[in-house]
């Protein structure tokens, strides 16, 4: 078994947690030493798919170990095994993708930006919505988080012509500032490992349906600022979006609906990006290769038709939240 050798301190700093990844399942094992456990009448494991919840009774107190709300993926809970072993508590999760190594037990920043790579394969990921300032903030970070290349058309263009798109869109119209950007984004479409920030607005290229045809060379996600306060009803909000058609950011890969924008919280929402791109490409094992360059170029329609498809099958499962 592959063991990942980062020790973290846990509740009241008085254990230690050893994770390793084998085999169709993870182990667990918690420095319980300090404790003073004398039975395993007074150790309790509650686990359900996608959550762990370990305590134990120590000196008349019940105690809370440790606290996954969310694992890295799910596990098939009704198979967890745990027992305690010398001065270890030992539990042992069965995974549900017995071929997805889990970096470590939960779904954080660090575990994702390890894990996730495996799942993308190198296929790029462009980043789509109404704001250029949020596109590049989230592309920038989450591209540091897994080791790609981070791309701004916005930076290229300006470099390209020695003027801001403003001026650009002032003096010759939001067009052909478009039209520019697609003929950059045809560049890119042959890259790997890169996560593109595009121009938001309507001078943005994936603003116009007849746009995409570039875009669909790897994973995109739109950033979409919720007009409401409520998860249920930003799911809601998505669903409709993306089922009317009405917007061209809906021929994308995943929403990611955000509760407001702050750029202190770029890290979260370059997180909840993570987090449905994960989602999406393990619900679909196909769709990795609809999105690889070489398929773009040979099947492109084929490839739209399929995303297509894809979408109308998934909406629900495409969306995260991030609220603040």
């Known amino acids: 078994m592959e063991v990942n050798h980062a020790l973290l301190w846990l509740n009241y700093s008085v254990f230690l947690k050893q994770f390793t990844d084998g085999n169709g399942e993870v182990e667990l094992r918690l420095d319980i030493q300090k ?7 007074d150790v309790f494991v509650d686990v359900d798919d996608t959550s762990l919840l370990i305590r134990a009774k120590s000196d008349g107190t019940l105690r809370t170990l440790m606290n996954v709300q969310t694992l890295f ?3 098939k809970s009704s198979e967890t095994i745990w027992f305690i072993d010398e001065d270890q508590l030992v539990v042992n999760l069965k995974k549900v993708e017995q071929e997805l190594k889990w970096p470590d037990i939960d779904e954080s920043w660090e575990s994702l930006t390890s894990g996730i790579t495996q799942l993308l394969t190198g296929i790029s990921v462009h980043i789509v919505g109404d704001s250029t300032d949020i596109n590049e903030a989230v592309a920038k970070e989450r591209a540091e988080g897994i080791g790609y290349l981070p791309v701004c058309t916005s930076e290229l263009l300006e470099s390209a012509t020695q003027k801001s798109i403003d001026t650009w869109v002032a003096s010759e119209g ?13 560049s890119l479409s042959s890259h790997v490992r890169t996560v593109v920030a595009t121009l938001g607005g309507k001078q943005g290229a994936a603003s ?8 669909h060379s790897g994973f995109t996600v739109w950033l979409s ?3 409401t306060s409520d998860e249920a009803a930003a799911r809601e909000e998505a669903r409709r979006s993306v089922s009317s058609g009405s917007v061209s950011y809906a021929k994308e890969d995943v929403v990611v609906k955000l509760g407001g924008w702050d750029p ?10 993570l987090v449905a791109l994960k989602q999406l490409t393990l619900a679909d094992k196909k769709l990795a290769g609809m999105h690889s360059p070489d398929m ?20 629900k499962m495409q969306t995260h939240i991030v609220q603040y």
């Open 35 to 41: 404790l003073g456990i004398e039975s395993s009448r």
């Open 73 to 75: 993926d799910r596990i």
């Open 174 to 186: 939001a067009d052909s500032v478009a039209e520019a950007e697609s003929v950059v984004l045809e």
């Open 208 to 215: 116009r349906f007849d746009r995409w045809q570039y875009l």
């Open 225 to 227: 600022v919720s007009d």
């Open 264 to 273: 202190e919280y770029t890290r979260a929402v370059a997180q909840g990006c």
């Open 296 to 315: 773009i170029a040979g099947c492109e329609r084929s490839a739209v038709t399929f995303h297509e498809q894809h979408l109308a099958n998934n909406i």
